[in-house]
């Protein structure tokens, strides 16, 4: 028991030394730091030797013994008229970058944006920090980071960012022994991201990161990333629902302006659409649709309410989906390959309405004034054959007694030379009728004389034949060229998918590649 109570005794001593020397430690790397002076820029009150460092050296025009760290704090301050001359410039601090992210969580094409979530670290050496006392590195407590220098740096195309601070600010700080510090955040940051949708949904976008110093030029600090082409990691494990990741780019320049030259990293990587979600959404039903107003082609043209319903449904169904997807997107002024296809399905849809508008058209009229035309005409010609055939009845009688007429035409107008060339054919029929009022000639046996009720058979010839003109007349007006009509419906079920199979192959041939 006593040996064992020595040795806790003995390791508790050793962790006491141990906290007590990294106690001190710290203590004397923060004590008399000035975060106002970037690293190799200004040193330690107790350190004289070591105001700046050795490629950058500050001379006064007063020769004194004072702390020259305290002079510098007076210019800083409020002695703004002590003049500083520099013999050279001090070498730029230069800062390594690196980040890991852990999700990129939306992309937005209505605000041109995307949100990611990542571990943004930077690294650069700090001397004043440096220790000889300890051969580990210490990790302090994130409040620590307020009382050292820090780089200014911002995102260049930042919306909106902030630091995670649940159970505590999500920010390290670590110093090593040479006087590295290594600066750790967890960052959410909303960034712009300019978007071509042109080709929109069948479309590339490069977005990209901009990382900037915001007061420091390049003359004070030096932006790089800390691992050359891995510096950024975790990309491969990124998930997003409608885009894939197909390569990031990483580059480090300098940028002008009026106020001087600033380093500035950029991480660009671009992401391509998925399409198989619009595939589901918005292609299928427009073709789905487009496909349905060809049914109208095989209904028969005199259902009017069938095939108007069923047009004017697939026309309002083809501009709810238009309206669905502007929704979705930004008001851009130029057009979208989505936005072709769907109003090629729209004009598709239309063209197959207006299709059966032709043809009621064809079927009961061609308008007022064409029917006017038709009008007068079959009075002229009633009136025209009225006379000719009552002359014709008085000047010659059948020898079997037959009733010379013309035959009745349905499509055709009946002429007075017409009349002519039927009565030298009707010598073996008969006139008759059947159900429906259209006349047709009956085969006879030959006879070997007149009858002799001659007188009795043409007044029933005259009555006949006024009852067959009203007849003809009324059939002219109402039936029309039924071949016309049916003409029409078959040409369109066979040119309407052939055209849109075209419109579909030329679209698809050029969006995709």
């Known amino acids: 028991m006593g040996e064992k109570g020595r040795e806790e005794e003995r390791s508790s001593s050793t962790g006491s030394t141990g906290m007590s020397v990294a106690k001190t430690t710290v203590d004397k790397l923060l004590k008399g730091y000035d975060i106002r002076l970037r690293p190799d820029f200004g040193g330690r009150k107790d350190r004289k030797e070591h105001i700046l460092s050795k490629d950058c050296k500050v001379t006064t025009m007063y020769r004194s013994t004072e702390n020259k760290t305290q002079k510098m704090k007076e210019f800083l301050t409020h002695n703004y008229s002590t003049p500083l001359t520099f013999d050279k410039a001090c070498p730029p601090v230069i800062v390594g970058m690196s980040i890991n992210i852990a999700s990129i969580d939306s992309i937005s094409e209505v605000n041109m944006d995307y949100t990611i979530t990542m571990y943004f670290q930077q690294s650069w050496r700090d001397k004043r920090l440096a220790y000889g006392e300890l051969n580990l590195n210490l990790t302090l407590d994130n409040r620590v980071a307020d009382q050292l220098w820090l780089p200014d740096t911002y995102f260049l195309n930042d919306k909106k960012s902030f630091l995670h601070g649940v159970t505590v600010k999500n920010r390290m700080i670590r110093l090593h022994p040479d006087g590295t510090v290594l600066y750790g955040l967890r960052i959410t940051t909303t960034a712009a991201c300019m978007m071509d949708l042109r080709r929109y949904p069948l479309d590339e976008q490069n977005c990209t990161l901009e990382i900037e110093s915001y007061g420091y030029t390049t003359d004070d600090i030096v932006f790089f990333w800390q691992g050359g082409d891995n510096a950024v990691t975790g990309v491969d494990k990124l998930e997003l629902p409608q885009f894939s990741i197909v390569d990031i780019r990483l580059v480090s320049r300098e940028v002008r302006f009026t106020t001087g030259s600033y380093p500035r990293l950029s991480l660009s990587f671009r992401i391509k659409r998925n399409i198989g979600y619009f595939i589901l959404q918005t292609y299928m039903p427009s073709i789905l649709i487009t496909i349905l107003s060809w049914v109208s082609f095989w209904i028969n043209y005199d259902a009017s309410a069938a095939r108007v319903a069923l047009g004017v449904t697939t026309v309002l169904t083809m501009t709810t989906i238009n309206t669905h997807l502007r929704e979705t997107l930004p008001k851009i002024p130029y057009v979208k390959a989505i936005d072709v296809y769907l109003m090629g399905c729209f004009v598709f849809v239309f063209l197959a309405l207006l299709e059966y508008a032709f043809v009621n058209y064809v ?70 009728f059947d159900s429906s009022g259209v006349q047709f000639r009956k085969p006879m046996a030959p006879r070997d004389g007149f009858s002799h009720h001659s007188l009795d058979r043409s007044a029933m010839r005259s009555r006949a034949n006024c009852r067959l003109r009203r007849r003809s007349s009324k059939l002219k007006l109402k039936i029309p060229n039924l071949s016309d009509v049916s003409t029409i419906d078959k040409w369109s079920r066979v040119i309407f998918p052939i055209t849109f199979g075209f419109f579909n192959l030329i679209y698809w041939l050029y969006y995709v590649n």
């Open 363 to 432: 079927f009961f009229g061609r308008g007022p004034a064409q029917q006017k035309k038709i009008n007068e005409r079959l009075n002229k010609a009633n009136n025209e054959r009225t006379r000719y055939e009552e002359k014709r009845l008085r000047e010659q009688v059948d020898a079997y007694g037959n009733i010379l007429l013309t035959t009745l035409e349905m499509n055709n107008e009946v002429m007075p030379s017409d009349v002519g060339s039927s009565v030298s054919d009707s010598r073996n029929s008969v006139m008759s």
